[in-house]
């Protein structure tokens, strides 16, 4: 394995200036909403307002009347879909699922399900007409947590739904045949965690309970769709994967992938709430019938309630550790809430869980159940934030019972090349360790808390990250630049990333090389950006496209100098004749001379690299609790994380500093609100409570750098690992500012009120 | 849709005369930052907007030492906090102003607004009832006064009548040895409604309170005069005794529901919470005044 530095970069590890920079500073840029086609309709969404009720009978034909209204649909305009599983990359969908989320047949399973859509001459009409649409509900009572779900006298949402069991991530199960909210079990084994625990001197056993989160996107979801009279249909959307969009849209409207034509436009976050498709279909739909493009943008309201948050959880999580430090054994049973359909991330939870640890003996127990709440779609890591900080929390209740510091307990305990995974995964070489040596090496680490009511807390997680196929191509223009195509919509500066690899390839600068992000139609195909996959697969890619380019201009360099083309080398950017060392040429001035030497130069490629780099990562945090109040303030945050290669160790950072602060959000504030009956009542970024810049601190990020020795460039994914620390690291930290051990998220000001007086009124009933 | 009129005039007998003639339907807007939000959300909808900011008393900002301050029911936020001797004068509504919305939301939103759209949670309405603040009611039957802690009668509902507006509020010169405060509690540092505010304020002679009034936000259907809390304090010194007997008078004054924003039982103790600490604050700026 080669460290960063004998790779000798020239490109790679600077920060040029992002191509699409100057566009999104200027506003100039091109986002889904700001695509615009003459004759374009207006499109807007009947919703349930109940969680749970079947739909007795909906009349549209007031709707129809008023004036303006040019098409209204209902889930019947829509083909009935397959009752069939298709791999969504991040988590597996059903496309009968999928399509009744998009649109509700018969029963509508949240507050916020689709139920009815209209198309009209502006968005006013198309309100006004919403109204005139009567749909007749038979209210049935809804089910909102999950353990409540899993009882047996519980309302069924799916009637006909029985429980499959599992024993890894993506295994396709079998089915036991009972009926049930409980879609899936999982259970992953390692070791024998009986006897394990009876080799620990201490157990802490906790429970634990987190509550739906959203990414909070600030782009709200939007489409722009065109279904024309020879039945193709255009998209003109910002999504995480065009390719992905088109294979749902085909399964869900019986339609061929070819007639799809997916085009990309810039995309404000996704954060893997924009995987699945959600208004690209109804849209599509009210095209056909109307005739007239449509476009469709959600309120923010309807982004809380009617796209894809983050699953809550209720979980119970037991370690065991010997006298001198080492664990013996862990057990989990995780109850993740999937929302109205079944598929949560509970899988990648249980995966990701114990993995930063080395322990013999693992039991998991994971739980996929349906709940009257909207269907959950991946965040960030998904799953895993929920997961590690139950682990992260009981891991820091063991090292205190010991005596340990909570970094050395971690270290000592962490896992190493060849350990295995509670699914059986061996680890391959990767910066666990590294990531926590990195940060007992900080000042952070060494400096007092310098006041009362303060607490440092630490928490470590595990990411696997994904692989899936890219697609790239370059063309070399005669002025010796390099324009790149390719398909992975950009949301985290892979732009900027490709463009560098490229320019690393060929020996150019950044600028020289010219990245665009092509419809479905113009480039090979590309899986979603998610996974934190995107510049991994893609570097694969683009080394491959670079080292079938370069050895074309090999043999047109051997052409000119009347030479076989294996005298011919490219090192640095130059083209040189291995056998007269006067015979060289610069990339840029061979470019010059493909015209006259055979006609110009492009070569693509289309990969399907395996061996994504697995994501470790350590957090710190200091914390002040006002005492009264209970609110915390976040003083100081050092994150260290192993990024492989950090090709533009700026948007590194970025992804480093953007997965703290949505996890800072996720323990402190934010949640989904319910009332009772099931709705959400804090629908809006005011009641949401996102946090503000006045909220976060200065973010230092630690860029640990072990080279993926399976990626050209070392790459490993970066974008998803940082939002897995925060959430133990929060707890940690106030239990150790204040001594209450938080066991629900979000830890809300008053909830940590209501902590202290418990524990005020135990310690005066134990005195 | 709705169509809505919106209409302009530059005397206060204008506005009356465009209020009467649509009633319920009609709706002063001053900044506009509450109204705006709540036409667009479908949380009202009126017939007719009568812009008040072209009336000049609307306006009109002045200060006396000697008279004291008249504020214009459209005068926005950032006026008061950029003048430096009704800053100094008024330290509570100094507290307000600065904390209703960002930076952007001040430069629009007057407390004229904030007092009319009668929320609870209204940050500068504590305020004003502890700087002792008057209402100037104009409506078809002339002009009236009304005391602030007696303006709102439920949420989103005031003493206001039919054709009736707020034209200004006055607040009389603070005395010698005065000292206000105005505290709110928010899980996040910015952009959130209050889940408990606490306005104070005193005057002091040597060490003893002779005058305190406290009123409070977001724990009851309208802003609270907790008047017994204010005169728990009265004639005494404040000790740290005296101070938690008023914040236990202000607790029993607070009526507050469990929301998404906080529970009851919590409301209740964070009014203990910040009554405490915006006296301290009081009586610190009443000391230095």
Redesign the interface.
Known sequence: MTTVEERNYKVIGTRPIRHDGADKVTGRAIYGIDFHLTGELWGKILRSPHAHANIVRIDTSKAEALPGVRAVITGRDLPVAADMEIDDGETSLNTMHLSNNVMAHRKALYRGHAVAAVAADNQHIAEDALALIEVEYEVLPPVLIGRDAMKPDAPLLHPEQTTKTMAYRFDPGTDTGDKSNVAGRTEMRLGDVDEGFKNADVIVEREFTTNWVHQGYIEAQNATVLWNNDDSIQVWNSSQGTFNQRQLMAEILKHPVSKIRITPQEIGGGFGGKIPVYLEVPAAVLSKKSGRPVKMMMTRAEVFEGTGPASGSQMVCKMGATRDGKITAAYAELVFEAGAFPGSAVGAGAQGMFTTYNIENVLIHAYDVVVNKPKSAAYRSPGTPQTCYAAESVVDELAKKLGIDPLEFRIKNAAREGDRRADGVQHPIMGNTECMEALKATDHYKSDLGGPNRGRGVASGYWGNAGMPASCAVSINPDGTVSLAEGSPDIGGSRVSLAMMTAESFGIPAEDVIPSIKDTDSIGYNGLTAGSSTTLRNGVAIAQVAKQAVDLMRARAARLWETDVDNVDFADGVFFSKAESELKLTFKEMAGKLMETGGPISTAASVAPRGAGPSFSTHMVDVEVDPETGKVEVLKYTAAQDVGVAIHPSYVEGQVQGGAAQGIGWALNEEYFYDGDGRMVNSSYLDYRMPTSLDLPDIDAILVQVPNPDHPFGVRGVAEISIVPPLGALANAIEAAVGVRMQELPMAPHKIVKALWDKESESNGAG | ?RPIEYVAPTTVEEAVAALVEKGEAARPLAGGTDILVQLRGGRRAVDRIVDVKKIPELNELSYDPQSGLRVGAAVPCHRIYEDDAIAEAYPGLMDAATLIGGIQIQGRASLGGNLCNAAPSGDSIPALIAHNAIAEVAGPGGRRDVPVEDFCTAPGRTVLGPGEFLVAMRMPAPPANFGASYLR?I???????A?AGAGASVVMDGDTVTECRVALASVAPTPVFAEEAGAALVGKAPSDEAIAEAAQAARAAAKPIS?????AE?RT??VG?LTTRALRNAIQRAKEA
């Open positions: 849709m509690f899980p996040r540092n910015e952009m959130d409604i889940v929301d998404m924003r906080g529970t919590y103790h964070l919470v």
